[in-house]
């Protein structure tokens, strides 16, 4: 597992009303501040990768669809640098991630629905000075295929 990454495997409480599950608390330490909270849908198929960013930390969740999340660990010195490491979050497997600075990360919406992730961040967006470094979905350096394979 890439350095720095953390995951919270999220409880349901279900009754015959819906259900209920409790996402994040100050007490976790899972962000070192709370600077935004997003929230964003994509279609199926959809890859949305990669990026990274030098002062903020993300923390994602997919409440709706599900998606396949890839990481690379970009950090000098990190002892996972180089390490790519993928995740399924979404409706069958509710966890939250937290993704470090400097860890490059992006998605590909899984099955035949939309998916909507939920995300914070230890920063506020800025238009004029964006914490965002965008690295294509098929670079050479980090080398994932996106493919899905048939087994």
């Avoid at 330490?29 to 849908?41: C, H, R």
């Avoid at 890859?47 to 990274?52: E, G, T």
């Avoid at 030098?54 to 000098?76: I, S, Y």
């Avoid at 919406?109 to 230890?122: D, H, M, R």
């Amino acid at each position: 597992m890439i350095e720095g990454v953390r995951i919270k495997k999220l409880i349901k409480h279900v009754d015959d009303r819906g259900y209920f599950t409790e996402l994040l608390r100050d007490d976790e330490g899972l962000l070192t501040k709370f600077g935004q909270a997003s929230m964003s849908m994509s279609y199926p198929g959809v890859i949305k990768a990669f990026h990274y960013h030098m002062k903020q930390d993300d923390l994602w969740f997919f409440p709706n669809g599900n998606a396949q999340v890839v990481l690379h660990d970009l950090r000098e010195g990190s002892p996972t640098k180089g390490k790519t490491d993928v995740y399924y979050l979404g409706e069958e497997n509710p966890i939250l991630l937290v993704i470090p600075k400097m860890v490059a990360h992006g998605y590909r919406v899984l099955g035949n629905k939309p998916a909507t992730i939920i995300y914070f961040t230890t920063e506020s967006y800025q238009p004029n000075n964006p914490d965002e470094y965008r690295i294509p979905y098929n670079d050479p350096t980090i080398g994932f295929d996106w493919s899905t394979k048939n087994r």
